[in-house]
């Protein structure tokens, strides 16, 4: 059971805009930022989003994130299959003094 | 530029010791705000932060495994190496290492290593 909660799979066809969620607590995203990263099949995972909704050079801007309170949000625009993978949230935990994961959120583009 | 490379045994016997090692370029661990973090992922699971040690020596440890795991570094080799005692079959995953970047007030992996897969079994 991951710390941070996500829905285990989405989808869109292409050219929709998906909203992934992630959800956590005081002690995480309530009080640090939240990074997203995307896995592609048989890869290493790669930073998408950093520090809430900052993006790496490189990452394109149909790409973006958003937190509120215990909640974090990661929206894709533009669908195209290439953006098909896992994504996981991310943030640190004060009271575990630690990292925590979501569960991961597979997208799946109809 | 910035590299990262797992090493390590591929198969592990139950109640074995795992020795994992973090070979990176392009940054010093000597350097202030260098982090580097171990994470493992079980086959089709999800993404699991083991540790952390920074530039400074301090450590950090996943609460649930902190008796089974040690992380430490040898600077002149740039290399992190990852320790987890009494191996059992659930801890059959693929092992990452990653640098940890502090920026905007907040942490995330900049660039991860390709990842070892480590099966446990007898």
């Known amino acids: 059971q991951s710390v941070l909660t996500q829905p285990p799979s989405a989808s869109g066809t292409p050219g929709q805009r998906v909203t992934i969620s992630c959800s956590g607590s005081s002690s995480n995203i309530g009080s640090n930022t939240v990074n997203w990263y995307q896995q592609l099949p048989g890869t290493a995972p790669k930073i998408l989003i950093y520090s809430n909704n900052q993006r790496p050079s490189g990452v394109p801007d149909r790409f973006s994130g958003s937190k509120s309170g215990t909640s974090a949000s990661l929206a894709i625009s533009g669908l195209q299959s290439e953006v098909e993978a896992d994504y996981y949230c991310a943030a640190w935990d004060d009271s575990l003094n630690g990292l925590v994961f979501g569960g991961g959120t597979k997208l799946t583009v109809l | 530029q910035v590299t990262l490379k797992e090493s390590g045994p591929a198969l592990v016997k139950p109640t074995q010791t795992l020795t994992l090692t973090c070979t990176f370029s392009?940054?010093?661990?000597?350097?202030?705000?260098?982090?580097v973090s171990w994470i493992r992922q079980p086959p089709g699971k999800a993404l699991e932060w083991l540790a952390r040690?920074?530039?400074?020596?301090?450590?950090f440890y996943s609460t649930s495994l902190k008796t089974r795991l040690t992380i430490s570094k040898d600077t002149s080799k740039n290399q992190v190496v990852l320790t987890v005692s009494n191996m059992d079959p659930v801890d059959t995953a693929t092992y990452y290492c990653?640098?940890?970047?502090?920026?905007?007030?907040?942490?995330?992996?900049?660039?991860w290593g390709q990842g070892t897969l480590v099966t446990v079994s007898s």
């Open positions: 040690i920074d530039w400074d020596d301090d450590k």
């Open positions: 392009g940054f010093s661990l000597s350097t202030s705000g260098m982090r």
């Open positions: 990653a640098r940890l970047l502090y920026q905007r007030g907040g942490y995330y992996f900049d660039y």
